[in-house]
C-alpha cells in the first residue's frame, strides 16, 4: 500500500506569496494530522482532524495558516501570504484510529523555503 | 502539559559499539503512550517503537531495545552493534489519554552519528 504522500516535496517561494501544501492520507486512515519542524521549535503538530472535521487547530501559529480537508484522501495546509520565517519542514501523518496508541504515518515532509 | 526531554544533542560512535538515547517525559495523565521515531538524512520520519504506560517490560527487536522506568519518567533506546545506516536522528514522544487529546508531543531529538 502506498503510504502518506505529500506534494510538492520542495517549495522555493518569495515572502507575501501564497503556498499551498497537499496532502493525500493513507487509505482507511481517519485521522490526519500536519506538523511542522524547524530547528528552533523541533516538530510540532499545527492542527489534525478526524473524519474530515478539524478537531484541534491550536497549534496554528496565526490566521496566515488555514487548513481544509475537503474528503477522506486530501487535505491542504495554506499559507497566505508567506514570511520567511514560515520555512520549515511541513509533515502530514495519518492513522487509523485516535487512540493514544495509534501509530502515526508520517510523509515524506514538504520542504517550504520563503525568501 | 506534556513534555518530552532528550538531553543528548549528538552522539557520535565507532561502528559496532552500542549507543543508548535518554528520554525524560512529564505528563499528567496516567494513561500514555511513548514511541520512538528515526529521521534518516533524507528526511522522513520513520516509526521504530510504540509502549503503553501499563507496559513496563523492556523488550527487544533485533538491533534495539528499550527500558521504561516509570518510576522515573524515562523511556530510553538502545542500538545495540551500532551501523552506519543508523546514522540519523532519534525522536522520542508522548502520546497521553488526557487533556492532550491526540497530540503527539515531540523530544527535541538526538542526532547519532556512526563512523566506519
Known amino acids: 500500500d502506498a503510504g502518506v504522500i505529500q506534494s510538492p516535496r520542495h517549495e522555493v517561494t518569495e515572502m507575501g506569496q501564497e503556498v499551498t501544501l497537499r496532502c493525500k492520507p493513507i487509505?482507511?486512515?481517519?485521522?490526519l494530522f500536519w506538523y511542522r519542524q524547524t530547528m528552533m521549535r523541533g516538530l510540532e503538530l499545527l492542527i489534525y482532524?478526524?473524519?474530515?472535521?478539524?478537531?484541534?487547530d491550536s497549534g496554528m501559529p496565526e490566521d496566515r495558516f488555514s487548513a481544509k480537508m475537503p474528503n477522506a484522501s486530501f487535505s491542504t495546509l495554506k499559507i497566505q501570504p508567506s514570511e520567511p520565517r514560515d520555512s520549515a519542514v511541513y509533515f502530514c501523518?495519518?492513522?487509523?484510529?485516535?487512540?493514544?496508541?495509534?501509530?502515526?504515518?508520517f510523509g515524506p515532509g514538504t520542504r517550504l523555503t520563503v525568501l | 502539559a506534556q513534555k518530552v526531554t532528550q538531553a543528548q544533542t549528538e552522539i557520535s560512535v565507532v561502528e559496532k559499539e552500542d549507543v543508548t538515547l535518554d528520554c525524560v517525559y512529564e505528563t499528567r495523565d496516567t494513561t500514555y503512550y511513548l514511541f520512538w521515531y528515526k529521521q534518516p538524512p533524507s528526511g522522513e520520519l520513520v516509526f521504530l517503537i510504540r509502549?503503553?504506560?501499563?507496559?513496563?517490560q523492556n523488550e527487544i527487536s533485533g538491533r534495539y531495545s528499550w527500558n521504561f522506568q516509570k518510576s522515573t519518567s524515562s523511556f530510553n533506546f538502545t542500538i545495540t552493534a551500532s551501523q552506519v545506516v543508523d546514522s540519523a536522528v532519534y525522536f522520542c514522544a508522548l502520546r497521553g489519554y488526557g487533556a492532550a487529546g491526540n497530540k503527539l508531543t515531540f523530544g527535541g531529538g538526538t542526532r547519532v552519528l556512526v563512523k566506519p
Open positions: 482532524f478526524n473524519n474530515n472535521v478539524p478537531i484541534d
Open positions: 487509505s482507511g486512515h481517519d485521522y
Open positions: 501523518a495519518s492513522s487509523r484510529g485516535g487512540g493514544a496508541g495509534n501509530e502515526q504515518f
Open positions: 509502549r503503553n504506560s501499563f507496559d513496563e
